[in-house]
């Protein structure tokens, strides 16, 4: 039996910027981004509307981004979070553009990856990033435009000094039917339930519903405070740090306060000064917050929800984070994923559900748990979570057999295993795909496994995670060698995967040498057995570790 959200409401049928901009929920003064570094430095919804308007105007005026293209131009996002970002990325969309994401840390093979598979027109990035866009340019067959955004003096142009902020405005074309509505508008890569990572479609209808779903969410507190603050710390390559930096704040009202992640000192005091509202994070920065020598002294009883996704967040880090908190607000899990273009379920404001839980469906969403077959199986039966409603993805950018499998009769098959009880609260139990979860970030075993090959002296290999108590994955390689392999083998591996791939897919769990990859009769790794072997290869470590000390 299926658990369903709430029926969703409200949503109209307009375009993105027009529900962005046009609601009347927020004054054109009201700040949308600032930074939280230097909070001189920010964005009203007045301002904003007049960027995206002046920049989509440049960009189509010369000849960047041609709304008329039968393939609709796609610009590449290789920035770290800033406050003219966001506009940035609402300008490419009114432009009749595609915005697709990449990590601000990808290294040139990465991106390079990107640039083959897209075909950009253009690749914007900061300050930080543009050695990385220049490298990958010179490198790459296909030649785009590199495009430096820069905050600090609001700046959105090429390295030769020419901006593209038109001097004049030109609003955004209001027309809307089916197929603009369904159309990508936005690109962000996901190793999806199997293989490399491809870049997911999702759509402006997509997007809308989203923000309808968390609207309806967050309405409890919404009609209280006018205008909400929440600490921006999240990725904006992910679903989850684009959805939450670029079309929450506008869309629902809330103030951004950009925080790098690692900045903890800086996240504490920020929630407690400015007493947000709202936060959206990841374990990874939960267990950096409750270890933080200035955790205790923190006011955060003004939070009135605060949610965690991407990865199992123990219970301890739950329960600490909630002992903070007012009386009825709880730190609880989330869930969603790339392909239903943020989250699936959630624990609403003020209501405390099982701690193991990642909560219920969103408005407009269902969920069933299905057999091996497709079956649906009845209530705390075990098998995979399918997953139905508007913000499910239309597939994968120019991968239409891939779509094909992951999605039937607009139910989308996540890999993930669960249950649902008899309240309609959803567990995840494990995963039926074979992706890495580390940091909450996706890890492809497959595309890890590429790069490994290339090496002189891999005859053989294969990836998986090992996982911590935390419920992370540290991706872990296990390597068949050639003859006369040198001794330093194990750690070459390693240092020529770290210089390939992002810090987040570097070989964390290590490198071990094995005579054969277990596989079945077709020739598809065995990444259970490896998974299994990965286990106690790091309990022997763990243990000889404890008998030196």
Not at 120 to 142: D, E, F, M, N, W
Not at 226 to 249: C, E, I, R, W, Y
């Amino acid at each position: 039996m299926a658990s369903q959200g709430v029926h969703l409401t409200g949503v109209p049928f307009a375009n993105l910027l027009s529900v962005l901009f046009e609601s009347n929920h927020l004054s054109e003064d009201q700040v949308i981004w600032r930074n939280g570094e230097d909070e001189k430095q920010f964005i009203t919804k007045g301002t904003a509307r007049q960027l995206v308007r002046r920049i989509s105007n440049g960009y189509v005026s010369k000849g960047l981004i041609s709304p008329k293209n039968s393939e609709r131009d796609v610009v590449i996002i290789l920035s770290e979070n800033q406050v003219i970002g966001f506009p940035n990325i609402l300008a490419v969309i009114a432009a009749g553009g595609i915005v697709a994401t990449c990590p601000w840390q990808a290294t040139i093979p990465e991106i390079l990856s990107r640039v083959r598979i897209l075909r950009p027109r253009a690749i914007v990035c900061s300050k930080q990033t543009l050695s990385a866009a220049v490298s990958a340019l010179k490198l790459s067959s296909h030649t785009f435009e590199i495009i430096i955004q820069d905050s600090s003096t609001m700046h959105v142009g090429n390295n030769d000094g020419m901006s593209y902020i038109s001097d004049t405005e030109q609003a955004w074309d209001t027309t809307w039917n089916e197929e603009i509505a369904n159309r990508p508008s936005v690109l962000v890569f996901s190793s999806g339930t199997t293989g490399t990572p491809k870049g997911v479609c999702i759509s402006q209808r997509n997007i809308i519903s989203m923000i309808f779903q968390l609207r309806i969410l967050l309405h409890p507190i919404t009609q209280k405070t006018q205008q909400l603050k929440m600490p921006g710390t999240l990725d904006s390559a992910h679903v989850a740090g684009v959805f939450l930096n670029a079309f929450l704040p506008l869309g629902v009202g809330i103030e951004n306060f950009l925080v790098p992640a690692t900045n903890i000192d800086l996240l504490l005091r920020k929630l407690a000064e400015h007493r947000m509202e709202v936060y959206f994070t990841v374990p990874a920065i939960l267990a950096r917050m409750s270890t933080h020598p200035g955790f205790s002294a923190t006011d955060l009883k003004n939070l009135k929800f605060i949610g965690t996704g991407a990865a199992r967040t123990p219970l301890e880090t739950q329960q600490l984070i909630s002992s903070k908190l007012a009386p009825g607000v709880f730190c609880q899990m989330a869930w969603g994923m790339t392909e239903i273009t943020f989250l699936a379920t959630i624990h609403p404001p003020g209501v405390q559900g099982p701690w193991e839980s990642i909560g219920k469906p969103l408005a407009g969403n269902s969920i069933k748990i299905c057999d091996l077959e497709g079956n649906e199986l009845p209530i705390g039966e075990s098998g995979e979570i399918y997953v139905s409603g508007p913000t499910v993805t239309n597939g994968y950018y120019h991968a239409q057999l891939v779509d094909h499998d992951a999605k039937k009769d607009g139910w989308f098959r996540t890999g993930d295993l669960g249950n649902v009880d008899e309240n309609g609260y959803v567990y995840v139990s494990g995963r039926n795909k074979d992706l890495i979860k580390y940091n909450g970030t996706q890890v492809s075993p497959e595309e890890l496994e590429k790069i490994i090959m290339k090496h002189d002296y891999i005859v053989d290999t294969g990836v998986v995670g090992t996982e911590l108590e935390d419920g992370n994955e540290l991706p872990t390689a296990f390597v068949v060698l050639k003859d006369g392999s040198p001794a330093s083998i194990v750690q070459d591996v390693i240092e020529f995967t770290a210089r390939q791939v992002s810090p987040y897919k570097r070989l964390r769990g290590g490198v071990y040498v094995v005579s054969t990859i277990p596989k079945n009769a077709m020739g598809k790794i065995q990444h259970k057995d490896l998974r299994e072997l990965a286990k106690q290869r790091f309990k022997l470590a763990r243990n000889n570790q404890k008998a030196k000390l």
